[in-house]
């Protein structure tokens, strides 16, 4: 549960000085039913980690307020390069896609303020959530003690080289779009684990793909398309034309 000064109610002041109050819990339990069910995420497990974790923690105090609306969050500093905490519906397909078990190792791969951990938390036996910018990865530390989550590490580094250091793993999950799956991570999935991400250029017209290891190889496969932010450091090299 988080602590003391996170209330469950909200107040911030309307365009006209008008005091209004967000209950976060009803509005936690409105995202479930109205933007994850709607979207054919079933598995009760994976609903009750959305219906557990509180999005506002996660969301810069601006933002809170809105922390429930069916869109991505921005939350890197201004001047920096984008980066979000992906909208509750697309996020939880991809979780359901994982299909994760209470003994799997996972890797989430842009964790950004931690709210993706989080969730992750609630569902596998341990978490290695990797951010590249410092700034997010100590904000995710924070958060995550905020709610007294114990079975996730916040690690810094290049989102491209995973963090080999904790592989193999059961699952990796990439927060966001991305062009191609860097060796590296492929070197750091465990004998029947599954990566899991949106492929596509700018996350426009883009699938997501489990790709799962079996017998030494991998091999990958579509399972619905998707919409999502780009996730930087995965972009295709660009190649001399002439």
């Not at 492929?199 to 793909?209: D, F, H, S």
Request: aromatic share 6%; net charge negative; hydrophobic share 45%.
């Amino acid at each position: 549960m988080p602590n003391a000064r996170y209330w469950n109610v909200y107040c911030h002041n309307d365009d006209k000085g008008s005091l209004i109050m967000v209950d976060f819990a009803k509005a936690r339990t409105t995202m479930v039913d109205c933007q994850i069910r709607t979207v054919d995420v079933t598995e009760y497990d994976v609903l009750d980690a959305f219906a557990a974790v509180p999005r506002e923690i996660f969301a810069p105090d601006h933002l809170k307020p809105l922390a429930y609306i069916d869109e991505d969050l921005l939350v890197s500093a201004p001047g920096s390069a984008p980066r979000y905490v992906m909208e509750p519906g697309p996020l939880a397909k991809l979780v359901q896609l994982a299909a994760i078990l209470p003994t799997d190792r996972v890797l989430d791969v842009g964790t950004t303020t931690g709210y993706s951990a989080a969730i992750l938390s609630h569902l596998a036996a341990s978490v290695v959530a990797l951010e590249s910018d410092e700034a997010l990865a100590a904000t995710a530390r924070d958060n995550l003690a905020t709610l007294g989550i114990s079975n996730v590490e916040v690690v810094v580094g290049p989102l491209q080289d995973g963090h080999a250091a904790k592989a193999p793993y059961d699952v990796i999950l990439l927060e966001g779009a991305v062009e191609l799956i860097p060796p590296a991570l492929v070197d750091q999935l465990g004998e029947g684990g599954r990566i899991i991400a949106v492929v596509g250029a700018n996350g426009l017209a883009a699938k997501a793909m489990i790709y799962t290891r079996s017998g030494g190889s991998v091999s990958g496969r579509p399972a619905f398309n998707t919409s999502v932010r780009t996730l930087p450091g995965f972009a295709k090299p660009k190649s001399f034309v002439f």
